[in-house]
């Protein structure tokens, strides 16, 4: 029984990882890339002000060019469903085709008319060099971090009423919000599971003869041999996915360790401590 409930709090946080890599299997690297990653950075570094300063812009910038492509992969989505739509033979498909291709509209549309996100970027500072109050540095953690204790429970991330006359705040110990993780990665959550039930519904349509199958014909053939190429080109993408997802691990582990660690960990290319292959 000791043992067992010495070992828990690891077998629950190895579920936890699992899980979350199985709910966001189709956008974990950019849940990682664009929303986990620098939030982590912020968390430590929430205490050294000129680099949180940077933090938040760099935050700001990667968060503008993850919206903007969201916006446009969640129009072509739409565009696409749409498109199908005006098939002729569409209404005589699998009912679970029109199904699927309905909740990927709906997703779409929701992911092209999200604008909280667009509305809290306005916060951030324009640039790295933006001269900001220690206080208003904390007050834009608010849109991502919480208070770890309840002491801040009452004023929120900032303690107002003990600032300093410069502006400064004494030091606290902030953690990730989930809520507003979940707000921040929504639109590409929105449009990532867009595109599954899009390609999901597509499936359907595709098997509509076999689902339906009475006697063999061209038509389904069709639906064997496009399945299949459709099988291998999904194992393509996740097998490029899962290995860029790898190097960046690998590259954020490289990263965030030391200059001494770092060097350990690159492979021996055959050079000399002075930068010259060595003989």
Sequence with gaps: MFLIKLRLP??????????????TFTYYGALQHYTLLPMDDIVRHQHDTPQLRQ????FKKIKKMELDFVKKAAALSAAAVIGVFSWPDVGSSF????????????????????????????????SDQASLAEIEVWRLLRFM???????????????V????????????????NLWLIWLWQSP???????????????????????????????????AVVATVVGALAAANFFITTYTARWALEIDTI?????????????PDCGTSHNGRAGS
């Design 161 to 176: 009423e003990h600032a300093n006359t410069e502006g400064e705040i004494p030091p606290k110990s902030l953690g990730p």
């Design 55 to 58: 933090l938040l812009f760099e």
């Design 10 to 23: 690891d077998i629950t946080e190895l579920i936890k990882h699992y899980l979350l890599q199985l709910v």
């Design 254 to 266: 490289i990263i965030r360790t030391t200059p001494t660690e770092s060097k350990n960990l690159l």
């Design 188 to 222: 590409t959550m929105l449009m990532s599971f867009s595109w599954l039930f899009f390609l999901i519904g597509y499936e359907v349509y595709l098997l509509t003869p076999l689902i339906e199958w009475s006697s063999w014909s061209g038509e389904c053939t069709i």
């Design 95 to 126: 009912w679970l085709a029109r199904l699927f291709w309905n909740c990927s509209l709906w997703l779409s549309i929701f992911a092209l008319i999200s604008s909280a996100q667009s509305r809290l970027l306005e916060e951030f500072p324009e």
């Design 145 to 159: 971090l919480k208070p770890s204790t309840s002491s801040t429970a009452k004023t929120g991330l900032v303690d």
